[in-house]
């Protein structure tokens, strides 16, 4: 079975960069579309970025596309997602998660999730 686990995490400056990485430690996950979702309490979990299967096709929440960046290395079963010119709202837990669909921006389509990472953006 799938097994996720997010890394990477932490607090940072306005305009400051964080890398987190996700790695299946279960199952390869070469044939599942990955995502990136972000929660804050109080509100639903939300998309952030996805991949493709192969990582061609990728996907970005209007409020990141431009700053975020999703990438992942099959052969070290690790999806990354690189963000940059942080600011105060995108402060949220952020999971990782694997759909058995092709590609996926939707919650419901993710069948598994890790337990989250905590990125902490101040002014």
């Known amino acids: 079975q799938v097994q996720l686990r997010e890394s990477g995490g932490g607090l940072v400056q306005v305009g400051g960069s964080l890398r987190l990485s996700c790695v299946d430690s279960?199952?390869?996950?070469?044939?599942?579309?990955m995502g990136w979702f972000r929660q804050i309490p109080g509100k639903e979990r939300e998309f952030v970025a996805s991949?493709?299967?192969?990582?061609?096709?990728?996907e970005y929440a209007a409020s990141v596309k431009g700053r975020f960046t999703i990438s992942r290395d099959n052969a070290k079963n690790t999806v990354y997602l690189q963000m940059n010119s942080l600011k105060p709202e995108d402060t949220a837990v952020y999971y990782c998660?694997?759909?058995?669909?092709?590609?996926?921006?939707?919650?419901?389509?993710?069948?598994?999730w890790g337990q989250g990472t905590q990125v902490t953006v101040f002014s």
């Open positions: 998660a694997a759909s058995p669909w092709q590609m996926s921006v939707r919650r419901d389509e993710y069948d598994y």
């Open positions: 279960g199952h390869s996950f070469s044939n599942y579309a």
């Open positions: 991949a493709s299967w192969g990582g061609e096709d990728t």
